[in-house]
């Protein structure tokens, strides 16, 4: 009563975005729960019986915790290493690992799977091509096909999380340790590596919410290995099972659910608290020869092995017929820019349309949600957040759902991609405006209020352009992102709309491998191109040349 008194453009605000959250997230979701239980119109458990009772539809499940449960240690274990070495040794070329350690996180991760078959495949660069058949077949469709692309996929975002980790433990605590006469295998043991258990914990979770809810990978080498994702998109498409398609998608989204709420909010009531403001000099301990040589080849293979990868997509994309003829041939990228344009405007359109809607839309809701106070703030900001633990395979289904029938019938259209795309990624400029908002001093817009501005004039004229980057960065992403998407838009993409990531896994199947690679590549250099533009802005934007302008 008292917004609605003395600010009701804040409480048609609330009530606005209330309706955009409640129609565009929760009913979607509650239509996958709903589908599952009324089968045929009536309430049953029908759906979960044939699930917990038929070993073709219980394989999919116990595969995929299989899988996320291995994808996660072995991802989380090489990004330790990897964070562990450029933080807390000396070798050489600490840049050049940490740039290749991220470089996975700007391309769809099924480029890793196309990577693979390229050279590992029936007729791989090196099953068919160096080795000439002389190992047999390698076994990389199937569960350990997967594990590699996957891990190789998804360590990057552990890796970032431990980064963080490992550069905030004050160092003077090891050398505490050490004067104290622990050796540096028993300082690790005892002072760092409980010190870094938060992010270890954080980024497993991560990766392994990240490896159930990856449809792509499963999609092109997942074999005979079905898992959650693949097995609810072809009970749907396939076998015309709309509530056991929805079933599965709800068995997928449990663990990921759990897995988001246990790194959200348990472990963030956790303190392990180091740095104190107190200064501190950042030294290396230093490392032996042998240790530093063990790091230094450690991260040589796995630099290698993504280079490899990225190196062989990018050569496949130049030959004629892979497997068969590698001469030379830009045939591939006029295929691309002549049949294959329309994907690639498609694609750009819709994400030009999406981002913007995204960013604005979440730093708007982090806006009201951190400073101002209403009965339904923290719920609306988990609400706004809940599509970031939801995989993907769960959101496309709830949109097939919600909106095949009146009142809204979106299908088909260029909408319900765009709204996919924005609900979708609409957490990342929740998340973004809330950390940005935290660091500007809440004096700032009670002084404005105080000279009389509303709640809006305050955001668009004192708060906004001190959160300019955040902005940027949240719409950057939601861009990113948006062209890169698989499993959520391959439930309502349609012959008028249709997207690059979906040209691919066409191409995939129908063996075009070197179109698919062509299709990759043009799709990873539209993604650099986007992130160095990111860059750019958001240097521009800073607060640094805020003042600089302010000051000139």
């Known amino acids: 009563m008292r917004v ?22 929760i009913y979607p979701l509650t239509m996958v729960i709903w589908q599952s239980l009324t089968p045929h119109g009536t309430f049953s458990f029908e759906v979960y019986e ?5 070993v073709y539809f219980r394989k999919p499940f116990i595969n995929s915790l299989k899988l996320g449960v291995t994808v996660a240690f072995l991802g989380v274990g090489i990004a330790y290493v990897f964070a562990y070495a450029i933080n807390r040794t000396n070798i050489p070329l600490k840049r050049f690992f940490r740039t290749v350690a991220t470089m996975p996180i700007v391309s769809p991760p099924f480029v890793m ?24 077949e390698f076994p990389i469709y199937g569960f350990w096909g997967l594990v590699v692309v996957e891990t190789l996929a998804y360590f990057p975002t552990a890796f970032l999380t431990l980064d963080g980790i490992l550069k905030s433990i004050d160092p003077s605590l090891e050398e505490a340790s050490m004067s104290l006469g622990a050796s540096k295998w028993k300082v690790f043991w005892s002072v760092t590596f409980p010190l870094s258990m938060p992010g270890i914990l954080s980024a497993w979770l991560l990766v392994f919410s990240q490896s159930m809810a990856d449809f792509g990978n499963p999609m092109i080498i997942g074999g005979n290995f079905p898992v959650l994702s693949t097995a609810a998109y072809l009970q749907i498409t396939g076998m015309f099972d709309t509530p056991g398609g929805a079933g ?19 472990l963030s009531r956790k303190s392990y608290v180091t740095v104190t403001g107190k200064p501190s000099s950042m030294r290396l301990m230093e490392t032996g020869k042998l240790a530093r040589f063990s790091f230094t080849l450690l991260l040589l293979i796995f630099t290698f092995a993504i280079l490899l990868f990225y190196g062989t997509v990018f050569y496949g994309s130049f030959t004629k017929l892979w497997g068969v003829d590698y001469s030379f041939t830009l045939d591939n990228y006029a295929f691309v820019f002549d049949v294959g344009l329309d994907y690639i405007k498609d694609t750009l359109l819709l994400a030009s349309i999406a981002a913007p809607l995204a960013g604005f839309l979440g730093i708007s809701i982090s806006y009201i949600t951190s400073r101002r106070k209403f009965v339904s703030r923290r719920l ?45 990624y609409l957490p990342v400029g929740v998340q973004s405006g809330s950390a940005a908002l935290y660091q500007i001093d809440p004096s700032i817009d009670e002084a404005s209020h105080d000279l009389g501005a509303g709640t809006w004039r305050t955001f668009f004229k004192v708060v906004f352009p001190l959160i300019t980057p955040a902005f940027f960065s949240g719409l950057f992403y939601a861009f990113v992102k948006s062209i890169t998407a698989i499993s959520a838009v391959i439930f ?38 986007a992130m160095m533009l990111m860059r750019w802005v958001i240097s521009a934007f800073s607060y640094e040349r805020i003042i600089e302008r302010a000051g000139g």
């Open 4 to 25: 609605s008194k003395h600010e009701p453009f804040l409480l048609s605000a609330i009530i606005f975005f209330w309706v955009l959250l409640g129609f565009f997230i």
């Open 50 to 54: 044939r699930i917990f009772t038929k």
């Open 113 to 136: 799977a196309l990577a693979l078959i390229l050279l590992f495949g029936r007729n791989g660069l090196i099953t068919k091509g160096l080795l000439k058949g002389a190992l047999g």
């Open 248 to 266: 599965l998608a709800v068995l997928l989204l449990i663990p990921t659910l759990i897995a988001f709420v246990v790194q959200k909010y348990w």
């Open 380 to 424: 609306m900001e988990a609400v706004s957040l809940l599509t970031f633990a939801v995989p993907g395979t769960v959101v496309g289904i709830g949109y097939l759902l919600a909106f095949n029938n009146p009142p809204l019938v979106l299908t088909g259209t260029a909408t319900i991609i765009i709204l996919v795309f924005v609900f979708r």
């Open 492 to 529: 309502v993409v349609s012959g008028r709309w249709n997207l690059v990531t979906v040209a691919i896994l066409g191409s995939v199947e129908n063996s075009d491998l070197s179109q698919a690679a062509a299709y990759s590549t043009v799709l990873i250099v539209i993604v650099l191109v």
